[in-house]
C-alpha cells in the first residue's frame, strides 16, 4: 500500500494532494497518509466520495488510511467541495 508522507507540508497542500491521489483508486484499494494535522474537512469529502477513512495518531501528525468503498460516480465526485 503506497504512503504519502505529507507531514511537511502546510493546509492546504496535503489534501489536495491526498484528493490527487485517491482518484486512481480501484474499489479495495487503499493508500495511506502521514498528515501534519487531523484532517477534518478531508474526511467529509473522503467519506461523501464513497471512501473509508480511519485515523489513527502518528508520529508528528495523524495517520490516514484510506479505501474506496464504492464505484466512483463522476455526477457525484466533489460533494461538499467548491469547484470554483
Known sequence: MPTLDLRHLAPPEPMERILAA???????????????????????ILQADGFHTDVAPDEGGFRVRITRAQAHDPGERGRGRDHA
Open 22 to 44: 485517491v482518484g486512481s483508486l480501484g474499489i479495495g484499494e487503499s493508500i495511506e497518509a502521514l498528515t501534519p494535522l487531523y484532517p477534518t474537512p478531508l474526511l467529509a
